[in-house]
């Protein structure tokens, strides 16, 4: 009989948790508090730039540019098959990344040396042609859609409740908003994707788990007169523009704990910075400003694992600045630790 899993937690890494479950065989039920791909506030994996690699690399270790080269790579393959299948475009782009100084140039030239990014030189920092980018709302559309149509079952709107010590979970409980009584949900294995909210939700059973919300902002223009061909990256700051003309400009790095607020001084913030690059913005419209939550880690990377002490648990979060970008990967390696 097929391994019954349940994945807790629908952004980008549940969800291709969930499908790398299922294409290995497993029987798969993902659970979402709220709907997959549905924009709720609070969540990062629609919230985020989908810029697939890490910022500035040389400065991580290389566990973390190793998930996230290693992830990166198999974007291609991945919306080849959701646009062939779900006729959703995730809209993989290989617009390139320009650096803008100031940064460690010579650090910069080693590192795509040896991961063998190619560089271009310019007269303004240096360009690598082959960085790419998503639009992580059509993405998780995507991925919504794949795993409805490869039978993963979505229990949506039901919210996974805070897990009481034990040695092997024998059912897990849930509130749901169809089910006055809360739910009692059975599986061989369970897994924990949960993003910044992992930890509220394994609390005594968290392990050593070390995760907070870091809130970003982000501003969506329209109307934009100068046509960037490059994601432009300059001094924490980044713009990104997307196939359709908009462009993103963002974002910010704030520890506020759960608070999914947008505020008016970061707007003004990223406007600034944004029209010091692209003085035309001054002309544009904001269509929108927006704020995820990334699941905080102290070094930007994931837990990726069988719990230490509960048998039938794994956890693949914590995946920080650059989850959209490992996960393909993760869900990899936490399929292969879940299906041995
Ligand atoms: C502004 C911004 C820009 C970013 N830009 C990039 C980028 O360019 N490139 C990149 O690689 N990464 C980027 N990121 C980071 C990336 O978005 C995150 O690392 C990634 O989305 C984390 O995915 P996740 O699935 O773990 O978390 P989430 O997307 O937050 O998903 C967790 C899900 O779990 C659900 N959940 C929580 N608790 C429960 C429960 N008890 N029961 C049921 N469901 C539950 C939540 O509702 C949520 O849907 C950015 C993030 C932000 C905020």
């Not at 709907?35 to 697939?52: M, P």
């Not at 006729?87 to 030239?109: K, N, V």
């Not at 600045?321 to 996960?327: H, S, V």
């Amino acid at each position: 009989m097929a391994k019954r899993v349940i994945v807790v937690g629908g952004g980008i890494v549940g969800c291709l948790t969930a499908l790398a479950l299922s294409d290995k065989g497993c029987s798969v039920t993902l659970v979402e508090r709220n709907v997959v791909a549905a924009q709720t506030s609070g969540e990062s994996s629609w919230a985020g730039a989908g810029i697939l690699f890490p910022l500035l690399p040389w400065m991580y270790q290389d566990a973390v540019n190793q998930l996230a080269m290693a992830g990166a790579a198999l974007y291609p393959t991945l919306c080849e098959r959701l646009l062939a299948e779900t006729r959703i475009d995730p809209e993989y782009t290989q617009s390139g990344l320009q650096i803008l100084p100031s940064f460690d140039e010579d650090a910069a030239i080693n590192w795509c040396k040896n991961y063998q990014v190619p560089i271009e030189k310019k007269a303004d920092g240096l360009l690598l042609p082959t960085i790419a980018q998503v639009r992580p709302p059509h993405l998780l559309q995507a991925l919504r859609q794949i795993l409805i149509q490869e039978n993963v079952t979505l229990l949506e709107n039901t919210q996974l409740e805070p897990l009481a010590s034990c040695e092997k979970i024998s059912s897990w409980r849930a509130i749901s908003s169809s089910h006055s009584t809360g739910l009692i949900l059975e599986a061989d294995a369970f897994v924990v994707t949960s993003g910044a909210w992992s930890f509220d939700l394994l609390k005594e059973t968290a392990a050593g788990l070390n995760i907070k919300p870091m809130r970003g902002q982000i501003l969506l223009y329209e109307n934009v007169q100068e046509k960037l061909e490059n994601i432009i990256y300059s001094n924490g700051f980044y713009l990104v523009p997307r196939r359709d003309g908009l462009l993103l400009a963002g974002s910010t790095l704030e520890d506020v704990g759960f608070d999914t607020r947008t505020t008016e001084e970061v707007k003004q913030e990223l406007q600034t910075k944004a029209e010091s690059i692209l003085p035309g913005l001054k002309h544009a419209i904001i269509r929108k400003h927006w704020s995820g939550l990334r699941p905080g880690t102290p070094d930007n990377l994931p837990t990726i694992a069988a719990h230490p002490s509960i048998q039938n648990l794994y956890l693949n979060t914590g995946h920080f600045r650059y989850g959209l970008t490992m996960a393909p990967e993760s869900a990899q390696r936490v399929a292969a630790l879940v299906c041995t």
